[in-house]
């Protein structure tokens, strides 16, 4: 894959990321966010943070993020423990097949699901 749709999909990745419990207003990019029962199940406050950690997460490495493509990460959550968070692509809002160019808003459909550790 080049650099350059690399560099793509990571731009769309944060973009997605970065809305998460933020109000959108216009157009963004393609894509819903999932949360898993363990994460719904925790305090109000808790999920505020969870969210908070996710949106804000900037340091990305090669060990954390071997494509360069910010599709996955996990944070520490005090009295919660460690949260995965990913991002899949797909080719619309059915989710039933995998995008052919994530790096292509006409021909993908992200879908960020935030789930506990333990529940991998």
């Known amino acids: 894959m080049s650099a350059g749709k690399q560099n793509r999909i990571a731009e769309l ?6 809305r998460l419990g933020v109000p959108v ?26 969210c908070a950690k996710i949106r804000n997460q900037d340091h990305f490495t090669e060990n954390n ?3 360069g493509e910010h599709d996955f990460g996990s944070v520490d959550i005090k009295d919660v423990g460690k949260v995965f968070w990913k991002i899949d692509y797909y080719a619309d809002q059915r989710c039933k097949w995998g995008s052919e160019d994530p790096s292509d808003t006409d021909k993908s459909y992200r879908v960020l699901t935030i789930m506990l550790a333990e529940e991998y």
Do not use: C, W
């Open 13 to 18: 990745n944060d973009q997605l990321r970065k």
């Open 25 to 50: 207003f216009g157009l963004s990019v393609p894509g819903t966010i999932l949360m898993t029962y363990g994460i719904m199940a925790l305090e109000p406050e808790q999920v505020i943070n969870v």
């Open 65 to 67: 993020d071997p494509y």
